[in-house]
């Protein structure tokens, strides 16, 4: 759901991170290698992709898939599952850490619970944990948020 390849800045005491997400142009690319088209009888669209569309390179990447907006009362139905499964993973620090900032962190989300956008990995497991997306004022790309603790490190 996400990669070192995508900076981020702690929030809420480290519970959240903010990833900055960009809007991209996916799809073939048209190179001009030199050739004259016309002379050899291609088409004026030859080597130009249709089908180039512009999507969000998080949520392309990962393949998040979009789900429907969560209200306050369905959102804090989910985090206390939530919370509960994650705490079931943590020890020590690290579940001390989480445990006093994870409220905080909830409110902050409950805060702009309208402008957020929820998704899931392509497993679509919501106990898998949310990845929340909002658009800061006046910016044209996502900013993504994500629960630092329901993460895991995977090494290539």
């Known amino acids: 759901m996400l990669s070192d390849s995508f900076p981020y800045k702690e929030l809420e005491n480290g519970v959240l991170w903010e990833v900055d997400g960009k809007w991209v142009v996916k799809g073939a ?7 004259n088209p016309s002379a050899e009888g291609g088409g004026d669209d030859e080597g130009t ?6 999507v969000v390179d998080i949520v392309d990447t990962f393949r998040l898939q979009e789900q429907p907006p ?16 994650i705490s079931k993973t943590l020890e ?10 994870v409220q905080p962190a909830t409110k902050y989300l409950l805060g702009m619970i309208k402008e957020l956008q929820f998704f899931v ?8 944990g949310l990845v929340f997306a909002y ?4 910016a044209t790309d996502p900013t993504f948020l994500y629960f630092a603790h329901g993460l895991k490190e995977v090494k290539c």
């Open 135 to 138: 658009y800061k004022e006046g």
């Open 29 to 35: 690319v048209d190179v001009d290698i030199g050739a």
């Open 70 to 85: 969560y209200d306050k009362k369905q959102f804090v139905a989910y985090m206390k599952g939530y919370i509960k499964s």
């Open 92 to 101: 020590g620090e690290e579940l001390d850490c989480f445990m006093k900032n």
């Open 49 to 54: 992709d249709d089908q180039a569309v512009k």
């Open 121 to 128: 990995g392509d497993s679509m497991n919501l106990e898998a």
